[in-house]
């Protein structure tokens, strides 16, 4: 036995989300990770990895009774943890997949950096910020006028709007309100 506690990085990320097949299109169409064989724990749920081969389970979702709240509904937003960063290439990339899919984003400089920044939101409310190193992106840099920028403690989320995403669709439906 050692005396030696060792943290080696964030080993996944669990989403509880009313709509499983929006919240797997989000993160597979848009962000880009690949669903992988999750165990079957009896209720539904996804595992997503990293695009590259062998690439980690980081984003855990489940659905159904396990992802209710006492009051029977499944939560919305990242309550205390105010979102979650993914390093990322391919700024511009990204934003024509946000904006082909009809999703809302935000851009930012990270001050005295060279820290390119996209903030968008997942079907469950769920702020995800994908930060690039600017020193190797082509194109220009995120857009700091005040409707693109992002200001931190200021949401943008709106259920009603949010677009429908799944699967089986290559870009933005109707809006559904929830």
């Known amino acids: 036995m050692s005396d030696i ?7 996944h ?11 797997r299109g989000f993160w597979t169409r848009v962000i880009g990770l690949r669903e992988i064989a999750r165990p079957d724990f009896g209720y539904p749920g996804a595992w997503l990895a990293c695009g590259q081969p062998g690439g980690q389970a ?3 979702i489940y659905a159904g009774g396990p992802a209710l709240g006492a009051d029977g509904v499944a939560p919305f937003g990242t309550s205390a943890i105010d979102h979650v960063s993914l390093s990322c290439s391919g700024f511009h990339a990204y934003r024509t997949r946000f904006e082909a899919a009809g999703l809302a984003w935000r851009e930012f ?16 409310g769920v702020q995800l910020e994908l930060t690039f190193e600017g020193a190797i992106e ?11 920028r992002y200001r931190a403690g200021e949401s943008f989320f709106d ?20």
């Open 58 to 60: 980081i984003i855990h």
């Open 109 to 124: 400089l990270v001050p005295g950096t060279t820290l390119w920044q996209l903030f968008v939101y997942d079907p469950s």
């Open 138 to 148: 082509n194109g220009a840099p995120p857009d700091m006028s005040p409707g693109s």
């Open 5 to 11: 506690a060792i943290t080696h990085g964030l080993f």
């Open 13 to 23: 990320l669990a989403i509880k989300t009313a709509n499983l097949a929006a919240t």
């Open 159 to 178: 259920s009603a709007s949010y677009p429908t995403l799944s699967l089986a669709t290559s870009g933005a439906s109707t809006h559904v309100p929830s």
